[in-house]
Each structure stands twice: as structure tokens, then as C-alpha cells.
């Protein structure tokens, strides 16, 4: 009778250390998962490298497991911080990620352990004395397997570790946690209907018998595993019932599911890398949509072994081909086939590398909640991997169920092994996902490429992990940009951030919306009489860069001061500082001091700007009050009168009101960093819109730079929306997070893709110029890259948010 130990293939679980039902024994990691799709052809390569250097580094068999986990609506849960306004924002990204695909791919390996002398340990024969065997035995009744001595557990961990410094140094993983461990094995029954409930501080349990000094090289201690901790977790009744296709019908508490088992057949000869009939661990199932699971055996040969069976199979394949020419029928095309192939991988096995061989069986579960919709997804499977052929074997179907449970042995189904190369292995990027963005962020949108995934940005974690803050968000006019930026404002501030919003147009919504109604206050910044000295950098610029932001934006108003000028004004501006001065006035008035003609042609120059329009924001006639705290926990800040040049002119022909324009923004952004500057514990968001202006000049940019680098400091976010990347080079280094929406040129797009480190092929380059209504491309903290939609379910949002009076919205930020 086969027990519950030999079905699953584990009778005990220590750590990360798994044991089969006899002498087996494995280590479990945790693969991290690789961001693929956008990756040039250099970088996909690369990681096919490292896959295929860990079929090198394992030596000994191994398991690898591609499973995924559910991360849909039911586990997306936020602090609310009592605000009812933030909880009906949950509950309608909770709507929204109901009908998305919420799994991602995780994936594991278990690498099989020995000895330095090469023996497997786990289920090594212990020499017990008589007394304690006997102990044992009235313990355990019909059990054949030896219990675990505490020596053979020391020596498994040094194995172990032995492993793990070995695999560390060719790919990303981790030692796996028990808990992951009891997630794979409850969820293979409700694989396709539910996701299962772990149990906190669950542990494999075992028996510890201490035995008399002496008696046995176990130091003293032996563990008999009581096994049914693991059996229980996936045991379910499974049906096969020979009047319907090949299949399971599983009976859990959750309900009945039914699923497919499939095999691999024989595989593409040379398959297009890359692409997807190389990568069959990934592109395949990605795109899928439903919960594919995948496993691979594999039976690890050393090279001399390898090429000791090659070399035999050459001479078989030899002598067939001998025979056949010598009949009257002559040599067939297989046998030749079969001599070419036979001469090829010998000497592939011959390369410098001196690879391994595999012989491995990999195979799929599908999962559904109905036999019908269960054929749907096999055969958009078979679709999806076209001419790879995928048997489904009647009869062992069951047995192949317990091949998808993380197991010590290496799997017992033998029908449908292949040879396959460690570079066919790594081909197959088992670790390739589309993972983007922050898991414990707020719903931004979902991804475009595969199967639509939910995409979560956290606007806190640049300050919490002392990373850049700035979040660049670029586009062409209609694209998106400003919109995303609103709605990220917009979820940070129900969340309980507080935020600034420069809004020089004036078009954001923000006083559009009901519920922010008392906690929303407008700044507006006019050239009127009444607004004399509102932004006087003298006044409103922080300590540490308040003479740098004034003789920057004097400067900024004069066209092409002479050198004389510029010494002149720093001179006036440093002794105003100094001296305790906190009026552009009063530096005007020090500059009619300084000897020479410089200072005071200089500061004739500036008392005719200084009452001209929007110039009257930065010259205080007297000594101004210092600038307020924020009271409300939005500030809109307006400025009407901006005349703002089209992008791309130069700045030699600037009028004097577009001069005076692109100055005050840098005023506004100084002002901002003020505003954000109190209480560092409370996070802040600051949206800087139409930045191109401030990037376009090294004055702005050295504005930017400052208000990025303290804000950070000051646990703010800063998002930079702005129409042009040709000039962010010098703050690239500053942005932490890009979402680069639709372009005008491919010039344009070439230079956006090259930010983002993506390779600008023609595909993608059209691509990106075709994009519109909130589709862009994302680049997170970790440097990740995907194809996402920005994406709010709530048309009442959009409609306050959409920057064109005479159409309104669709929820992925499109005109309708």
C-alpha cells in the first residue's frame, strides 16, 4: 500500500530542508522573480546566462516549482486612518481589481543535498542500538524509513549551506519560509477556485527521542517525524473518472474543482531565443490570464557522465544507421537525423563549459471551477504553446497532481523524461514576470503586456527607504501625464499626506470634488498690486538656500546681464543676507551702494522689472512676514498670469514676460519646499506641473535638484510633470520612478526609451508614439519596467480631473 509519504514525496520539513519518504533530502529557495519583457535582447540574454550557470552550480538534481499566488482584491488592505473618504477609495479599487488577474508568479527550487563524500543524506542508516531501535519501532508501526539523528541534521545544514553560498553568487533567491512551504501544499487542491488560509505558526512536527550516551552516532538525539502535519495540508479526495477527458475532480471544504494534468512533449530542436517557443516557462503562461502551474524534475548528469552516454548513443545510432545502409533499402532519414543530432550534442557537451545533461519531465496543472471552463483553459493552453505537443495521460493524472507538490525526491513519473540542455533550461526564464511597482501601495492601474495585472504605488516608500523622491511623469499634450499625476496626488492625500499642487495653468480639479470640500485652500498668485512681494525669494526661500535662490531669480529676469552684473547682484545679495535682510528691495537698494557703475545700472534694471506684472510676487517693499504654515491639508497654488514660452524655444528669445514667467517658477518651487518643510513624521506630495520650464535652464534645474534632495530629507514626494525629457540628464539621478506617456516624434520616443534604459526598436518606438489616455511606460524604484494603464474605476474623479472643458472621461483616462 503506497503511504501518504511516498503520494507527496515529503515526510518532514525542517527550515528550509525537506525530506523524502526514504533516503531523499533537498534544500528549498525561493527564486527572485526577474522583470522580462522590456529587457533588450543583451539583457534577456543575460538572464538566460544565469539560468542556465545555475543548472551548472546545482549539481544534483532539482525540482523547480512556477506557481502563482492570488494578490486580487481580497488582499488588498490599507490602513484607512478613519477617513471615510479613503475607505469608499478602497472599496472602488477593490471593484477595479476584481476584474483583473491579480496572481503573479512565484518560484521555487529544491536542490537535492549530499555529503562531502558525495552520499545523500536525509535517510541515511543509522546504527541505533538495540534498545532504542526497539523504542521506535513500538512508536511506529508499519513505518520502514529510519528517524533523523541529530548529527545527520548538523551535517545537512552545513550541506545546506554550502548550497546557498554556491547559488547566491549566480542568481537572486532565498531560503524558503515554512509558511511558503505550507502555502504550496494547501493550495494544489484549490488550484483554479480559491486561494487557501495558512495557519499562523504552523510547523511540521516530529517525535524527539533522546537516546542513552553512546548508543548511536546521533548525538544522543533522534526525530521521528510524525508526517500527517505535511499529508493533511493537500489531502482531498481525487476523482478520475474514465467517462470524461483525462482529469481530476477534487473535493475541498472551499468546493469541487476540477483539473488537468499535462506533459511536455519533445522540444523545439532550436527555438528563437529570444522568444516564445524558447521560453516555455514564461511567455506561454503569462499571457494566459488563468492560474498555470508548472513543474520541472530534472535529473542532473555531470559532464564526463554525460558525454560517456552521448558517446554510447553515438555508437548505437552508428551501428542502426550501418544496418540500414547496407539493407536493400538503404539508410533512412531518421537514422541520419539521428547521427547528426547524437554528433551535435557531443559536442555541445564538449564546449568550455563542460555542461551538464538534465533529464527532465516537466509538466502543467490547470485549474477551473467547471469541467467546461476547465477544456476552455487546456486548450487556450495548447494555443499557447503551439507546436510544443502537450500530452494529457489517462491514469496519470493523479500521480502527476503529487509531481506539483513541493517534494524532496525529485518526482516518480518517469513515462515522458527528455534530454535537455542547461542553455534549453535557461532559455525557458522560469523566473521571468512583469511584477511592477510597489505591493504595498494604492491601486495606480494594470499592466498592458500578457495578462492585465494590477499595478500599486506607494508614494511613501522614496523617504522610507532613503531612495530618489522625484517621480517623473512625461507626455505630449493629452497623453495622461497630468491626470496620473492627480490621481496619485489624490491617493496620498485620502491616505493622509499632505499635498501642494502648483497648477500654473490653472486646470486641476481639485476644487471640483465634494468630499475635499474645507480642506482645500487655493494660493493665487496674480500680478495684481495686492500680491506685492508674495513669492520674495528673500523672504520665502529656506536658510540654507535662500541667497542662491535670489541671485538666481534676479538673474533669471535680466536678459544676459554682463559679468560685472552678476558680481554686483551676488555682492548686494550676500551682505542684504547677512546684514538680516529679507526683501528683493532691499538688495536693490544695496546695490545703489557699491562702488562702481555696475550696482547701480544693475539695479536700475530691476526697479523697471520690479513693477511689471507677475514681477510684483518677488519684490517685498518691506520687510514681509515670514510664509505661513500649511493650515489646510491641500494647497493648490495658481498662477494665471504665467506667460510660459512653447517648449522647445530658446531662452536668448524670450520675451520679458516670459522671462519673468519661467522665473516666478522657480519661486513657486521654492515656496513649495517651504510649505513642506514642518513636521517630517507626516508625508507630503508636492506636483510640480509644467516642470520643462525649470529643467530647460541650469538655474531651474539647480531649483529642482535642491527641492528634491530636501524633500526627501523632509519625507516629501515630488512628481515633475512636464511635455519634454530632452533636458532631465542632469536630473536623472534625482527621479526614483518614470512613467513616460505618448510621444510626438520618434525622436522623441527613442530618447524616452533610452532614459529607461529599454532598447528603442522600431515596434516600440511606434508603440510609444501611439500612446494615449494614461497608457505609458513604467520604470519603479527597483528599476523595474512594464506597460501600464493608469487606471481609476471612479468616472466622478476623472471628470473633476480632466484637463478639457468639452469632453469628459473614460476610467482609463480616455476622451470620450
Same mark, same amino acid.
Given at each position: 500500500?503506497?503511504?501518504?509519504?511516498?503520494?507527496?514525496?515529503?515526510?518532514?520539513?525542517?527550515?528550509?530542508?525537506?525530506?523524502?519518504?526514504?533516503?531523499?533530502?533537498?534544500?528549498?529557495?525561493?527564486?527572485?522573480?526577474?522583470?522580462?519583457?522590456?529587457?533588450?535582447?543583451?539583457?534577456?540574454?543575460?538572464?538566460?546566462?544565469?539560468?542556465?550557470?545555475?543548472?551548472?552550480?546545482?549539481?544534483?538534481?532539482?525540482?523547480?516549482?512556477?506557481?502563482?499566488?492570488?494578490?486580487?482584491?481580497?488582499?488588498?488592505?490599507?490602513?484607512?486612518?478613519?477617513?471615510?473618504?479613503?475607505?469608499?477609495?478602497?472599496?472602488?479599487?477593490?471593484?477595479?481589481?476584481?476584474?483583473?488577474?491579480?496572481?503573479?508568479?512565484?518560484?521555487?527550487?529544491?536542490?537535492?543535498?549530499?555529503?562531502?563524500?558525495?552520499?545523500?543524506?536525509?535517510?541515511?542508516?543509522?546504527?541505533?542500538?538495540?534498545?532504542?531501535?526497539?523504542?521506535?519501532?513500538?512508536?511506529?508501526?508499519?513505518?520502514?524509513?529510519?528517524?533523523?539523528?541529530?548529527?545527520?541534521?548538523?551535517?545537512?545544514?552545513?550541506?545546506?549551506?554550502?548550497?546557498?553560498?554556491?547559488?547566491?553568487?549566480?542568481?537572486?533567491?532565498?531560503?524558503?519560509?515554512?509558511?511558503?512551504?505550507?502555502?504550496?501544499?494547501?493550495?494544489?487542491?484549490? =488550484?483554479?477556485? &480559491?486561494? #487557501?488560509?495558512?495557519? %499562523?505558526?504552523? @510547523? $511540521?512536527?516530529? *517525535?524527539? /527521542?533522546? +537516546?542513552?550516551? !553512546?548508543?548511536?552516532?546521533?548525538?544522543?538525539?533522534?526525530?521521528?517525524?510524525?508526517?500527517?502535519?505535511?499529508? =493533511?495540508?493537500? &489531502?482531498? #479526495?481525487?476523482?478520475? %473518472?474514465?467517462? @470524461? $477527458?483525462?482529469? *481530476?475532480? /477534487?473535493? +475541498?471544504?472551499? !468546493?469541487?474543482?476540477?483539473?488537468?494534468?499535462?506533459?511536455?512533449?519533445?522540444?523545439?530542436?532550436?527555438?528563437?531565443?529570444?522568444?516564445?517557443?524558447?521560453?516555455?516557462?514564461?511567455?506561454?503562461?503569462?499571457?494566459?490570464?488563468?492560474?498555470?502551474?508548472?513543474?520541472?524534475?530534472?535529473?542532473?548528469?555531470?559532464?564526463?557522465?554525460?558525454?560517456?552516454?552521448?558517446?554510447?548513443?553515438?555508437?548505437?545510432?552508428?551501428?542502426?544507421?550501418?544496418?540500414?545502409?547496407?539493407?536493400?533499402?538503404?539508410?533512412?532519414?531518421?537514422?541520419?537525423?539521428?547521427?547528426?543530432?547524437?554528433?551535435?550534442?557531443?559536442?555541445?557537451?564538449?564546449?568550455?563549459?563542460?555542461?551538464?545533461?538534465?533529464?527532465?519531465?516537466?509538466?502543467?496543472?490547470?485549474?477551473?471551477?467547471?469541467?467546461?471552463?476547465?477544456?476552455?483553459?487546456?486548450?487556450?493552453?495548447?494555443?499557447?504553446?503551439?507546436?510544443?505537443?502537450?500530452?494529457?495521460?489517462?491514469?496519470?493524472?493523479?500521480?502527476?497532481?503529487?509531481?506539483?507538490?513541493?517534494?524532496?525526491?525529485?518526482?516518480?513519473?518517469?513515462?515522458?523524461?527528455?534530454?535537455?540542455?542547461?542553455?534549453?533550461?535557461?532559455?525557458?526564464?522560469?523566473?521571468?514576470?512583469?511584477?511592477?511597482?510597489?505591493?504595498?501601495?494604492?491601486?495606480?492601474?494594470?499592466?498592458?503586456?500578457?495578462?492585465?495585472?494590477?499595478?500599486?504605488?506607494?508614494?511613501?516608500?522614496?523617504?522610507?527607504?532613503?531612495?530618489?523622491?522625484?517621480?517623473?511623469?512625461?507626455?505630449?499634450?493629452?497623453?495622461?501625464?497630468?491626470?496620473?499625476?492627480?490621481?496619485?496626488?489624490?491617493?496620498?492625500?485620502?491616505?493622509?499626506?499632505?499635498?501642494?499642487?502648483?497648477?500654473?495653468?490653472?486646470?486641476?480639479?481639485?476644487?471640483?470634488?465634494?468630499?475635499?470640500?474645507?480642506?482645500?485652500?487655493?494660493?493665487?498668485?496674480?500680478?495684481?498690486?495686492?500680491?506685492?512681494?508674495?513669492?520674495?525669494?528673500?523672504?520665502?526661500?529656506?536658510?540654507?538656500?535662500?541667497?542662491?535662490?535670489?541671485?538666481?531669480?534676479?538673474?533669471?529676469?535680466?536678459?544676459?546681464?554682463?559679468?560685472?552684473?552678476?558680481?554686483?547682484?551676488?555682492?548686494?545679495?550676500?551682505?542684504?543676507?547677512?546684514?538680516?535682510?529679507?526683501?528683493?528691495?532691499?538688495?536693490?537698494?544695496?546695490?545703489?551702494?557699491?562702488?562702481?557703475?555696475?550696482?547701480?545700472?544693475?539695479?536700475?534694471?530691476?526697479?523697471?522689472?520690479?513693477?511689471?506684472?507677475?514681477?510684483?510676487?518677488?519684490?517685498?517693499?518691506?520687510?514681509?512676514?515670514?510664509?505661513?504654515?500649511?493650515?489646510?491639508?491641500?494647497?493648490?497654488?495658481?498662477?494665471?498670469?504665467?506667460?510660459?514660452?512653447?517648449?522647445?524655444?530658446?531662452?536668448?528669445?524670450?520675451?520679458?514676460?516670459?522671462?519673468?514667467?519661467?522665473?516666478?517658477?522657480?519661486?513657486?518651487?521654492?515656496?513649495?519646499?517651504?510649505?513642506?518643510?514642518?513636521?517630517?513624521?507626516?508625508?507630503?506630495?508636492?506636483?510640480?506641473?509644467?516642470?520643462?520650464?525649470?529643467?530647460?535652464?541650469?538655474?531651474?534645474?539647480?531649483?529642482?535638484?535642491?527641492?528634491?534632495?530636501?524633500?526627501?530629507?523632509?519625507?516629501?514626494?515630488?512628481?515633475?510633470?512636464?511635455?519634454?525629457?530632452?533636458?532631465?540628464?542632469?536630473?536623472?539621478?534625482?527621479?526614483?520612478?518614470?512613467?513616460?506617456?505618448?510621444?510626438?516624434?520618434?525622436?522623441?520616443?527613442?530618447?524616452?526609451?533610452?532614459?529607461?534604459?529599454?532598447?528603442?526598436?522600431?515596434?516600440?518606438?511606434?508603440?510609444?508614439?501611439?500612446?494615449?489616455?494614461?497608457?505609458?511606460?513604467?520604470?519603479?524604484?527597483?528599476?523595474?519596467?512594464?506597460?501600464?494603464?493608469?487606471?481609476?474605476?471612479?468616472?466622478?474623479?476623472?471628470?473633476?480631473?480632466?484637463?478639457?472643458?468639452?469632453?469628459?472621461?473614460?476610467?482609463?483616462?480616455?476622451?470620450?
Amino acid at each position: 500500500m503506497t503511504s501518504p509519504a511516498d503520494l507527496i514525496g515529503l515526510r518532514y520539513a525542517r527550515a528550509n530542508l525537506l525530506f523524502g519518504p526514504g533516503s531523499e533530502s533537498s534544500a528549498l529557495y525561493r527564486l527572485d522573480g526577474v522583470n522580462f519583457p522590456l529587457r533588450s535582447t543583451g539583457e534577456k540574454w543575460a538572464v538566460q546566462g544565469q539560468l542556465e550557470h545555475l543548472a551548472h552550480a546545482v549539481q544534483a538534481d532539482f525540482s523547480l516549482w512556477r506557481v502563482y499566488r492570488a494578490t486580487g482584491a481580497d488582499e488588498y488592505q490599507r490602513a484607512s486612518h478613519g477617513s471615510p473618504e479613503f475607505a469608499q477609495l478602497l472599496r472602488q479599487h477593490r471593484d477595479a481589481l476584481d476584474g483583473l488577474d491579480g496572481r503573479q508568479p512565484e518560484v521555487y527550487l529544491a536542490v537535492a543535498l549530499r555529503t562531502r563524500a558525495g552520499r545523500k543524506l536525509g535517510g541515511a542508516m543509522l546504527h541505533a542500538a538495540d534498545h532504542a531501535r526497539a523504542r521506535l519501532t513500538a512508536l511506529v508501526t508499519t513505518k520502514t524509513t529510519a528517524p533523523i539523528a541529530g548529527s545527520e541534521l548538523a551535517a545537512l545544514a552545513e550541506a545546506e549551506t554550502r548550497l546557498f553560498e554556491r547559488l547566491t553568487g549566480v542568481v537572486g533567491l532565498r531560503r524558503a519560509h515554512t509558511q511558503e512551504l505550507e502555502w504550496l501544499l494547501r493550495r494544489a487542491p484549490l =488550484r483554479g477556485i &480559491a486561494e #487557501p488560509k495558512v495557519e %499562523d505558526g504552523w @510547523q $511540521p512536527d516530529a *517525535l524527539v /527521542i533522546t +537516546t542513552p550516551d !553512546g548508543d548511536v552516532d546521533c548525538d544522543g538525539v533522534l526525530y521521528e517525524p510524525l508526517g500527517w502535519d505535511l499529508w =493533511r495540508l493537500p &489531502a482531498c #479526495p481525487l476523482l478520475e %473518472d474514465p467517462e @470524461q $477527458p483525462p482529469s *481530476l475532480a /477534487i473535493e +475541498t471544504e472551499t !468546493g469541487t474543482g476540477f483539473q488537468a494534468l499535462l506533459v511536455m512533449g519533445a522540444l523545439g530542436e532550436q527555438p528563437v531565443f529570444p522568444g516564445p517557443a524558447a521560453e516555455l516557462l514564461h511567455a506561454p503562461l503569462d499571457g494566459l490570464g488563468v492560474p498555470v502551474d508548472a513543474v520541472v524534475h530534472a535529473r542532473w548528469l555531470g559532464n564526463r557522465e554525460a558525454l560517456g552516454q552521448v558517446r554510447k548513443r553515438i555508437v548505437d545510432v552508428e551501428q542502426v544507421y550501418r544496418d540500414q545502409l547496407e539493407s536493400s533499402q538503404g539508410a533512412g532519414w531518421q537514422a541520419d537525423d539521428d547521427r547528426t543530432l547524437a554528433r551535435e550534442y557531443e559536442q555541445v557537451l564538449q564546449t568550455g563549459a563542460r555542461p551538464p545533461m538534465l533529464y527532465a519531465t516537466l509538466s502543467l496543472a490547470v485549474g477551473a471551477p467547471t469541467r467546461e471552463e476547465l477544456e476552455r483553459r487546456v486548450e487556450a493552453v495548447r494555443g499557447r504553446y503551439g507546436d510544443v505537443q502537450l500530452y494529457r495521460p489517462r491514469g496519470l493524472q493523479e500521480a502527476l497532481f503529487y509531481e506539483h507538490l513541493p517534494r524532496a525526491d525529485g518526482g516518480r513519473v518517469r513515462e515522458y523524461v527528455q534530454q535537455v540542455t542547461a542553455q534549453q533550461f535557461g532559455a525557458m526564464v522560469p523566473t521571468a514576470t512583469t511584477l511592477i511597482g510597489d505591493p504595498g501601495g494604492l491601486y495606480l492601474g494594470y499592466t498592458t503586456t500578457g495578462a492585465r495585472r494590477p499595478v500599486f504605488y506607494d508614494a511613501t516608500a522614496p523617504s522610507r527607504e532613503s531612495r530618489a523622491s522625484a517621480v517623473m511623469l512625461a507626455g505630449t499634450l493629452g497623453s495622461g501625464k497630468t491626470l496620473a499625476a492627480q490621481l496619485i496626488a489624490h491617493s496620498a492625500l485620502l491616505r493622509g499626506s499632505l499635498v501642494v499642487d502648483f497648477d500654473p495653468k490653472p486646470d486641476h480639479g481639485w476644487t471640483n470634488l465634494p468630499e475635499l470640500a474645507g480642506r482645500v485652500g487655493v494660493l493665487e498668485l496674480t500680478g495684481a498690486a495686492d500680491q506685492q512681494g508674495r513669492l520674495d525669494p528673500m523672504a520665502i526661500g529656506l536658510s540654507e538656500m535662500r541667497e542662491e535662490l535670489t541671485v538666481s531669480y534676479l538673474l533669471e529676469l535680466l536678459r544676459d546681464p554682463p559679468a560685472s552684473w552678476e558680481h554686483a547682484i551676488a555682492r548686494a545679495v550676500r551682505d542684504t543676507a547677512r546684514d538680516g535682510g529679507r526683501s528683493t528691495r532691499m538688495v536693490i537698494d544695496r546695490l545703489r551702494t557699491l562702488d562702481g557703475d555696475a550696482g547701480r545700472e544693475a539695479a536700475d534694471a530691476l526697479e523697471v522689472i520690479a513693477d511689471v506684472g507677475l514681477a510684483r510676487l518677488g519684490f517685498a517693499t518691506t520687510h514681509p512676514d515670514q510664509a505661513a504654515p500649511v493650515q489646510l491639508q491641500l494647497t493648490t497654488i495658481r498662477t494665471p498670469g504665467l506667460t510660459l514660452p512653447e517648449p522647445g524655444v530658446s531662452r536668448e528669445t524670450y520675451t520679458r514676460a516670459e522671462r519673468i514667467s519661467v522665473a516666478t517658477l522657480s519661486l513657486v518651487a521654492a515656496l513649495a519646499l517651504r510649505l513642506v518643510s514642518g513636521d517630517r513624521s507626516r508625508h507630503k506630495v508636492v506636483l510640480l506641473d509644467e516642470a520643462w520650464f525649470l529643467l530647460a535652464s541650469a538655474q531651474g534645474r539647480a531649483v529642482i535638484n535642491r527641492l528634491v534632495r530636501l524633500a526627501r530629507a523632509y519625507n516629501a514626494t515630488v512628481l515633475l510633470v512636464t511635455q519634454r525629457l530632452d533636458d532631465v540628464e542632469g536630473t536623472r539621478d534625482l527621479v526614483g520612478t518614470w512613467l513616460v506617456f505618448g510621444q510626438d516624434a520618434d525622436t522623441e520616443a527613442t530618447h524616452a526609451l533610452d532614459l529607461l534604459g529599454i532598447e528603442a526598436t522600431p515596434a516600440r518606438v511606434a508603440s510609444l508614439r501611439a500612446a494615449r489616455a494614461g497608457r505609458c511606460v513604467m520604470r519603479d524604484l527597483q528599476g523595474r519596467v512594464a506597460e501600464v494603464q493608469v487606471h481609476c474605476p471612479d468616472p466622478a474623479l476623472l471628470d473633476a480631473f480632466n484637463t478639457s472643458p468639452t469632453t469628459t472621461t473614460d476610467t482609463d483616462g480616455g476622451e470620450r
